[in-house]
Protein backbone atom coordinates (compact mmCIF):
# COMPACT_ATOMS: atom_id res chain seq x y z
CA UNK A 1 0.00 0.00 0.00
CA UNK A 2 0.95 3.28 -1.06
CA UNK A 3 0.19 6.92 0.07
CA UNK A 4 0.35 10.04 -0.51
CA UNK A 5 -0.13 12.90 2.10
CA UNK A 6 -0.77 16.80 1.35
CA UNK A 7 0.16 19.70 3.54
CA UNK A 8 1.02 23.59 3.58
CA UNK A 9 -2.52 24.65 2.28
CA UNK A 10 -3.82 27.49 4.28
CA UNK A 11 -5.82 30.98 3.72
CA UNK A 12 -3.29 33.52 2.61
CA UNK A 13 -3.44 37.33 1.48
CA UNK A 14 -3.25 38.27 -2.37
CA UNK A 15 0.61 38.30 -2.74
CA UNK A 16 1.31 36.10 -0.05
CA UNK A 17 3.37 32.23 -0.70
CA UNK A 18 2.77 29.12 0.73
CA UNK A 19 4.38 25.70 0.01
CA UNK A 20 2.47 22.78 -0.46
CA UNK A 21 4.40 19.27 0.63
CA UNK A 22 3.54 15.89 -0.53
CA UNK A 23 5.42 12.54 1.60
CA UNK A 24 5.18 9.40 0.18
CA UNK A 25 5.07 6.38 2.41
CA UNK A 26 4.54 2.11 2.43
CA UNK A 27 6.21 0.23 -0.31
CA UNK A 28 8.14 2.71 -2.69
CA UNK A 29 11.03 1.32 -5.97
CA UNK A 30 11.15 4.29 -6.50
CA UNK A 31 9.11 7.10 -7.79
CA UNK A 32 9.04 8.52 -10.92
CA UNK A 33 6.75 11.47 -12.38
CA UNK A 34 5.19 14.18 -9.62
CA UNK A 35 2.66 16.43 -10.16
CA UNK A 36 0.60 18.78 -8.34
CA UNK A 37 -2.87 19.46 -9.66
CA UNK A 38 -5.95 21.99 -8.67
CA UNK A 39 -9.34 21.79 -8.52
CA UNK A 40 -12.03 23.97 -8.11
CA UNK A 41 -15.86 22.60 -7.59
CA UNK A 42 -17.88 21.97 -10.53
CA UNK A 43 -14.10 22.26 -13.13
CA UNK A 44 -11.83 19.96 -14.15
CA UNK A 45 -8.56 18.67 -12.10
CA UNK A 46 -5.91 20.64 -14.17
CA UNK A 47 -2.09 20.32 -13.63
CA UNK A 48 -0.21 23.22 -12.33
CA UNK A 49 2.96 21.91 -12.40
CA UNK A 50 5.08 18.89 -12.45
CA UNK A 51 8.90 17.47 -12.41
CA UNK A 52 10.48 14.16 -13.59
CA UNK A 53 13.04 11.37 -11.81
CA UNK A 54 15.25 14.03 -13.85
CA UNK A 55 14.64 17.06 -12.86
CA UNK A 56 12.87 17.92 -15.61
CA UNK A 57 9.65 20.59 -14.86
CA UNK A 58 6.97 21.79 -16.57
CA UNK A 59 4.51 24.81 -15.30
CA UNK A 60 1.14 25.73 -16.35
CA UNK A 61 1.13 28.96 -17.97
CA UNK A 62 -1.12 30.63 -15.15
CA UNK A 63 1.87 29.88 -12.56
CA UNK A 64 5.03 30.38 -14.32
CA UNK A 65 7.53 32.42 -12.23
CA UNK A 66 5.74 32.07 -9.89
CA UNK A 67 5.32 28.46 -8.29
CA UNK A 68 8.99 26.63 -8.49
CA UNK A 69 8.56 22.15 -8.05
CA UNK A 70 10.88 20.46 -6.50
CA UNK A 71 11.39 17.31 -4.76
CA UNK A 72 13.52 15.35 -2.22
CA UNK A 73 14.23 11.60 -3.67
CA UNK A 74 15.85 11.13 0.04
CA UNK A 75 12.55 12.22 1.61
CA UNK A 76 10.01 10.53 -0.74
CA UNK A 77 8.56 14.09 -0.88
CA UNK A 78 8.23 16.83 -3.23
CA UNK A 79 7.84 20.34 -2.87
CA UNK A 80 5.67 23.08 -4.61
CA UNK A 81 6.63 26.62 -3.87
CA UNK A 82 3.71 29.33 -4.43
CA UNK A 83 4.46 32.77 -4.15
CA UNK A 84 2.88 35.73 -5.20
CA UNK A 85 -1.06 34.08 -4.81
CA UNK A 86 -3.74 35.37 -6.47
CA UNK A 87 -7.26 35.05 -5.44
CA UNK A 88 -7.46 32.87 -8.73
CA UNK A 89 -5.34 30.10 -7.11
CA UNK A 90 -7.46 29.58 -4.67
CA UNK A 91 -8.56 25.69 -5.26
CA UNK A 92 -7.83 22.57 -3.41
CA UNK A 93 -4.76 21.10 -4.47
CA UNK A 94 -3.83 17.00 -5.18
CA UNK A 95 0.13 15.73 -5.53
CA UNK A 96 0.29 13.13 -7.98
CA UNK A 97 3.03 10.51 -8.26
CA UNK A 98 3.79 7.38 -10.04
CA UNK A 99 5.11 5.43 -8.07
CA UNK A 100 6.65 1.86 -8.86
CA UNK A 101 6.53 -1.05 -6.06
CA UNK A 102 10.13 -2.85 -5.38
CA UNK A 103 8.31 -5.98 -6.82
CA UNK A 104 6.96 -4.31 -9.93
CA UNK A 105 8.74 -3.34 -13.26
CA UNK A 106 5.65 -0.52 -14.18
CA UNK A 107 4.61 2.44 -11.57
CA UNK A 108 1.26 3.02 -10.81
CA UNK A 109 -0.49 6.84 -10.48
CA UNK A 110 -1.23 7.50 -6.89
CA UNK A 111 -3.55 10.76 -5.64
CA UNK A 112 -2.97 12.90 -2.33
CA UNK A 113 -5.81 13.36 -0.85
CA UNK A 114 -5.94 17.50 -1.33
CA UNK A 115 -5.16 20.37 0.57
CA UNK A 116 -6.78 23.44 0.43
CA UNK A 117 -5.45 27.04 -0.59
CA UNK A 118 -7.30 30.11 -0.19
CA UNK A 119 -6.44 33.73 -0.72
CA UNK A 120 -7.86 36.52 -0.20
CA UNK A 121 -8.16 39.87 1.69
Known amino acids: QVQLVESGGGSVQPGGSLRLSCVAS????????VGWYREAPGKERELVAS???????NYADSVKDRFTISRDNAKNTNYLQMNSLKPEDKYVYYC???????????????WGQGTRVSVSS
Open 96 to 110: NAAIRKPWRYTADGC
Open 26 to 33: GSIGSIND
Open 51 to 57: ITLGLIT
